[in-house]
Nanobody, 120 residues
């Protein structure tokens, strides 16, 4: 069983920073893409940032220059969020496209989400 566990959400003042982490565990062969998505109340879930196993990064226009994404060899992805704005609050979800030993192809897995709140 694959499990993604997020941490690092919370309350921060506008202009402040937070760092989210997401660790994967389970019978994992390889992880192709790691990423973060967010969903604000009444809105659809949207991409925030992704990083491939080759280190190629992709960011939503709304976070470019403020957020960075990184991954390590221990199946963890990080989202460093700087200069947080009032429009950034949402539930942030970790996503990984990965292959396990009992799967014929890779699949997407999601974490339960972590709340980010920004006070003005």
């Amino acid at each position: 069983q694959v499990r993604l566990v997020e941490s690092g959400g919370g309350l921060v003042q506008a202009g402040g920073s937070l760092r989210l982490s997401c660790a994967a565990s389970g019978n994992i062969v390889s992880i192709n893409v790691m990423g973060w998505y967010r969903q604000a109340p009444g809105k659809q879930r949207e991409l925030v940032a992704t990083i491939t196993n080759g280190g190629i990064r992709n960011f939503a226009d709304s976070v470019k220059g403020r957020f960075t994404i990184s991954r390590d060899a221990k199946k963890t992805v990080y989202l460093q969020m700087n200069s947080l704005k009032p429009e950034d609050p949402a539930v942030y979800y970790c996503n990984m496209n990965l292959l396990t030993y009992d799967m014929g192809r890779s699949h997407d897995f999601w974490g339960p989400g972590t709340q980010v709140t920004v006070s003005s």
